[in-house]
């Protein structure tokens, strides 16, 4: 796997001293993305786990609808780009929007799972802890978390979970993300795209983001630290115990 961190010699001051050091920082790489030869996009990301983040960005797009619409994959890092055939039934077509709510199960975590949750999370995020530079996001089920992504890019993120779903076939309505990023509705777009009902951050939402969770029947948790959290909409999802 591509090492998504690269050491670079910078200054460090502090306390009236300058030294010559080298610090770790998150690389960046420029992925181009094409789709039966047409040129769909460039995703700007740290260069790992790219066959998740390929599909979910195509899935978030619009492109695709599951990943039975992909006949072949071919990604390559010089110079970065992925090269995807369609399947020959969806090929140059495009694919049903999404519904307008995504928030028809009745998935529930506790107030307390929720910020379980999100502590393990954060103790997870190792690129950003040697970085600082990146975003970090986790599929979680009844069970706990399934798996979690960095990224320079918060939507990044996101879109690496949804094509891990698609990858293993996830019910996705039986799942939520949970994310140290900022909630803004492009954010809830794609939680409605990719059929999650609950979606968790370690900071707050936008009002964009609160209005259209609010029209999809999905459920938005805020400000996950220090032992409490914020419930913005459809709070029937989250249980308070006593």
Same mark, same amino acid.
């Given at each position: 796997?591509?090492?998504?961190?690269?050491?670079?010699?910078?200054?460090?001051?502090?306390?009236?001293?300058?030294?010559?050091?080298?610090?770790?920082?998150?690389?960046?790489?420029?992925?181009?993305?094409?789709?039966?030869?047409?040129?769909?996009?460039?995703?700007?990301?740290?260069?790992?786990?790219?066959?998740?983040?390929?599909?979910?960005?195509?899935?978030?797009?619009?492109?695709?609808?599951?990943?039975?619409?992909?006949?072949?994959?071919?990604?390559?890092?010089?110079?970065?780009?992925?090269?995807?055939?369609?399947?020959?039934?969806?090929?140059?077509?495009?694919?049903?929007?999404?519904?307008?709510?995504?928030?028809?199960?009745?998935?529930?975590?506790?107030?307390?799972?929720?910020?379980?949750?999100?502590?393990?999370?954060?103790?997870?995020?190792?690129?950003?802890?040697?970085?600082?530079?990146?975003?970090?996001?986790?599929?979680?089920?009844?069970?706990? =978390?399934?798996?979690?992504?960095?990224? =320079?890019?918060?939507?990044?993120?996101?879109?690496?979970?949804?094509?891990?779903?698609?990858?293993?076939?996830?019910?996705?309505?039986?799942?939520?993300?949970?994310?140290?990023?900022?909630?803004?509705?492009? =954010?809830?777009?794609?939680?409605?795209?990719?059929?999650?009902?609950?979606?968790?951050?370690?900071?707050?939402?936008?009002?964009?983001?609160?209005?259209?969770?609010?029209?999809?029947?999905?459920?938005?948790?805020?400000?996950?630290?220090?032992?409490?959290?914020?419930?913005?909409?459809?709070?029937?999802?989250?249980?308070?115990?006593?």
């Amino acid at each position: 796997m591509k090492n998504p961190v690269v050491d670079t010699p910078a200054v460090h001051y502090e306390e009236g001293r300058m030294a010559r050091t080298v610090i770790p920082v998150a690389d960046e790489v420029s992925l181009e993305v094409f789709v039966d030869d047409i040129p769909v996009g460039k995703i700007a990301c740290s260069g790992i786990s790219l066959d998740e983040l390929i599909l979910g960005y195509l899935k978030t797009g619009g492109v695709i609808e599951s990943i039975d619409n992909i006949q072949t994959m071919e990604i390559k890092m010089s110079p970065p780009q992925a090269r995807l055939i369609t399947a020959p039934a969806v090929a140059g077509k495009r694919v049903p929007a999404p519904p307008e709510t995504s928030g028809g199960t009745e998935f529930t975590v506790t107030a307390e799972e929720t910020i379980t949750l999100m502590d393990r999370l954060l103790d997870s995020s190792n690129i950003h802890e040697l970085t600082r530079g990146t975003h970090c996001s986790a599929l979680a089920g009844v069970a706990g =978390i399934i798996c979690t992504r960095e990224d =320079i890019g918060r939507n990044n993120t996101i879109d690496m979970l949804i094509g891990y779903s698609l990858m293993n076939r996830i019910n996705s309505g039986n799942c939520s993300i949970v994310t140290t990023g900022r909630i803004s509705a492009e =954010i809830v777009g794609k939680m409605m795209t990719g059929g999650f009902p609950l979606l968790i951050s370690h900071s707050a939402p936008t009002s964009g983001a609160i209005t259209l969770a609010e029209r999809a029947g999905i459920t938005l948790v805020g400000s996950v630290r220090n032992g409490g959290l914020q419930v913005y909409t459809h709070e029937r999802r989250v249980i308070f115990e006593p």
